[in-house]
């Protein structure tokens, strides 16, 4: 079994920063990607960027693209979620996920949250206008 645990959140003013920081335990070998969720209040939970493993290969949604870098620090187990220049639409509940099911190629829908069998608690960000 692999735990997620998230931390990071607050309340920020539009065009401030966070990081966010989901740290792994427990099997995290099983791993072969992490990635972001987040929702808002009567929302589907949406996709915020991903990376994976093996390669560090990243995905990020258009909305948080060039302002949000997700990274890992391997010696940490820990995921970061840099998130840069705000806006009051960022505000949401913050998930990290991981998959541990070893997809075939193509098979795998990084931006499908059933996708991902491993979730946090979830951290609250909140963007001040």
């Known amino acids: 079994q692999v735990q997620l645990v998230e931390s990071g959140g607050g309340l920020v003013q539009a065009g401030g920063s966070l990081r966010l920081s989901c740290t792994a335990s427990?099997?995290?070998?099983?791993?072969?990607?992490m990635g972001w969720f987040r929702q808002a209040p009567g929302k589907e939970r949406e996709f915020v960027p991903t990376?994976?493993?093996?390669?560090?290969?990243?995905f990020y949604a258009d909305a948080v693209k060039d302002r949000f870098t997700v990274y890992r620090d391997n010696t940490k187990n820990t995921v970061y979620l840099q998130c840069n220049g705000l806006k009051p639409e960022d505000t949401a509940v913050y998930y990290c996920a991981a998959s541990t099911q070893k997809y075939a190629s193509g098979d795998f829908d990084y931006r499908n949250p059933h996708f991902y069998n491993r979730w946090g608690q979830g951290t609250q960000v909140t963007v001040s206008s």
């Open positions: 990376i994976y493993t093996s390669d560090d290969k990243t």
């Open positions: 427990g099997r995290t070998s099983t791993v072969y990607v």
